[in-house]
């Protein structure tokens, strides 16, 4: 009975959170830590393509290369990795942004803190953390057809 009631308050407060302005990153990474396959469809659904803010201390800045095998076709963008942290329920993440320009990143270095606005483009349960995907440059429609983004 009480797994039932908290699977019922977990999916209310799916549905409610979704018609929040500002996405907390945090308890986004903590429902989908604890989300069912299907649960997490439908916050992939609710909240890739919307606005967040990721923050967090540098561990790598790097090239990245997209390739999308359906289209055969790819472009160059850069990443900058944060260090693994954890959510107020103790959910380990990642935030990882990633840019098209080079110049904005080229003055980044490790160890320094990072706190940007972007696009939600992808989050990923890789079994020991959650991957959040951020976004920063102004989304180009080839680049929301890479990142398949409506």
Not at 25 to 49: C, P, S
Not at 75 to 83: D, F, L, S
Not at 115 to 135: F, M
Request: one cysteine or more; hydrophobic letters at 35%; aromatic letters at 10%.
């Amino acid at each position: 009975m009480k797994k039932t009631i908290l699977t019922a308050a977990v999916m209310l407060s799916m549905v409610s959170y979704s018609y929040c302005a500002n996405i907390d990153i945090g308890q986004l990474v903590d429902q989908y830590q604890h989300a069912t396959d299907v649960q997490k469809q439908e916050l992939e659904k609710n909240f890739i393509g919307t606005r967040i803010t990721g923050r967090g201390i540098i561990d790598n800045v790097g090239e990245y290369n997209f390739f999308d095998i359906n289209t055969d076709t790819g472009e160059k963008y850069y990443r900058v990795i944060t260090r693994q942290q954890e959510t107020a329920g103790k959910t380990p993440y990642q935030v990882i942004f990633i840019y098209k320009d080079k110049d904005k990143i080229k003055t980044l270095s490790k160890d320094e803190s990072i706190e940007k606005e972007g696009t939600l483009i992808n989050i990923v349960d890789e079994r020991l953390q959650i991957a959040v995907w951020i976004y920063e440059d102004e989304l180009t429609s080839r680049d929301r057809e890479l990142f398949k983004l409506p």
